[in-house]
């Protein structure tokens, strides 16, 4: 395979090696079409068009962020960190903050958790507060679990805690709900959450007006084109990474590298074109192929998770934009370079031939650690990872590689953008709406009709009180037949939960309400 399909930026020291992949020069060839064409709506997309005709919205966070560097709300973010990690801004009981809640689900926790793993480590909330240059302790609750908030519980100090809610819509129930905990908890323990809260939403969100009617310490205001899962470029990124001592604009500057390197036309010159090409050579452009992630790097643990969100959300799509039924997609797992080798790669070595793998590799060791025979422990590391890719391709299983020369905010930022941007153009590809999320809507809308039910069930129950029964009678009784399933984990849940009496008796459970 030719060295033409293993670009580097000198300036970026951010590299691409797709040679490990089963495609020809025909195959690129017989793609330039379909990106000249694909091309024409990344400019699209930068120019200001409507790219998400389901909501009739732009998609401009391409381009925001170049702005948002030199922005009064850059500046005004970057302040109120500085002035919190001062002690010129203070808690309710004028104690100084000393750690920060992030009250989020999906784009608005993941992007976040990544940039603190990445940048600050897995142990940044146990170093002290000189070691951390009084940034704050960062903390995220991103679901709807009351484990989740129990758990947090256990290392909060309630009068030295920033609260930080994130929600660009303002109604995202789970971060709702945490909200409506939160505040409860601090009342209840004679603490003003007001003074020790900022949101991020948009303009004249639910969010927003609770946040003015309560007098929160802090309103941002965030843009209605950007996406949750493509707003980590953002203050959406900004705010949490700004109060944990992060170089935002070092980030936000390698994610503008990386925009300019990915706007060449040719497929050879892009590295994000060429990350497309071979997601959609490999896959017959139909999602044949799952997507494998493998960082060799620890505090790179959670850019799976992140490129979930990001690639299966944003391809993950039942219709096309003329309406067609499709059906398309890319599955995404991974794991840690090193551990991966004890967990996963006997079935990617042995098993179904059914995916691709991306090496990620941080050529520069945090610490030099010599071992017998006058190797390295990164020497090991990057030994495991050829020794695997090698391997692999034996076996004859395709494999790309990234090649970063040093973690930094900076690269993160390149990392980001440079699959914001290779999802952005596979989506035009394939010809689909990369920037809305029906299947997403479709689960909130069944959920809140389980809640209603649960409503109508115990509404029922505690009419006819005391009643006892199955499931299934206590559903029928509810008028919820057809429902018995539902009906069933409603009833165990609250018997659990100490709500209703059960016994299990003849191989079923009977409930109980008096």
Aim: include cysteine; proline fraction near 3%; glycine fraction near 10%.
């Amino acid at each position: 395979m030719s060295s033409k399909y293993n670009l580097y930026c000198p300036e970026c020291r951010f590299g691409l090696n797709v040679n490990g992949m089963k495609f020809n020069d025909a195959d690129i060839e017989n793609l330039k079409p379909a990106f000249v064409r694909a091309h024409s709506g990344m400019q699209a997309i930068e120019a200001g068009e409507i790219k998400n005709p389901d909501e009739n919205r732009k998609v401009t966070h391409f381009t925001d962020r170049k702005n948002y560097l030199d922005s009064d709300l850059f500046k005004s973010v970057k302040a109120f960190a500085d002035q919190i990690a001062a002690g010129e801004i203070n808690s309710s009981t004028g104690k100084k903050f000393t750690q920060a809640v992030i009250n989020g689900i999906g784009g608005s926790a993941l992007g976040p958790q990544l940039m603190q793993f990445a940048v600050n480590g897995p142990y940044w909330n146990e170093l002290s507060d000189a070691q951390r240059h009084g940034y704050l302790k960062i903390y995220f609750l991103d679901n709807t679990d009351p484990a989740g908030v129990e758990d947090l519980m256990q290392v909060m100090d309630l009068e030295t805690t920033l609260v930080v809610t994130i929600s660009k819509s303002g109604g995202t129930q789970e971060t709702k709900n945490n909200l409506d905990a939160l505040e409860d908890i601090f009342a209840a323990a004679g603490v003003d959450i007001a003074k020790q809260s900022a949101v991020i939403t948009m303009l004249n969100s639910a969010l927003y007006k609770h946040a003015e009617e309560k007098g929160y310490l802090r309103i941002f205001e965030m843009a209605e084109s950007i996406g949750g899962r493509t707003s980590e470029t953002s203050i959406v990124g900004h705010l949490p990474a700004a109060l944990a001592g992060i170089d935002f604009g070092a980030f936000l500057r390698g994610a503008c590298m990386m925009d300019e390197w990915t706007r060449q036309p040719e497929i050879l010159d892009n590295p994000s074109y060429l990350l497309a090409a071979m997601w959609y050579i490999a896959g017959n452009g139909r999602g044949d192929r799952n997507m494998v992630i493998v960082p060799y790097s620890d505090r790179l643990i959670l850019l799976s998770r992140y490129l979930q969100q990001l690639v299966m959300e944003s391809l993950g799509k039942e219709l096309d934009l003329d309406g067609k039924k499709v059906n398309q997609g890319l599955n995404v797992f991974g794991n840690k370079g090193g551990t991966d080798a004890h967990a996963f790669i006997q079935q990617l070595n042995d098993g179904r031939d059914d995916f691709f793998v991306t090496f990620i590799e941080v050529l520069k060791n945090a610490r030099k650690i010599n071992l017998q025979g006058g190797v390295t422990m990164g020497d090991y590391l990057h030994g495991f990872l050829e020794g695997l890719s090698a391997a692999l391709q034996s076996k004859g299983r395709q494999v790309i590689r990234i090649t970063i020369e040093e973690l930094t905010p900076a690269t993160l930022g390149m990392l980001i953008a440079l699959y914001e941007r290779a999802v952005a153009v596979y989506a035009e590809l394939i010809h689909i709406n990369a920037f809305h999320q029906p299947g997403v809507q479709a689960y909130k809308l069944a959920a809140k009709g389980v809640l209603a039910q649960r409503k109508e069930l115990f509404a029922a129950l505690n009419a006819l009180k005391p009643v006892k029964g199955s499931a299934a009678e206590l559903a029928a009784k509810a008028n919820l037949s057809g429902a018995e399933e539902v009906v069933a984990g409603l009833l165990a849940k609250a018997a659990v939960n100490g709500e209703v009496g059960r016994e299990f008796i003849n191989g079923q459970w009977i409930y109980e309400v008096k």
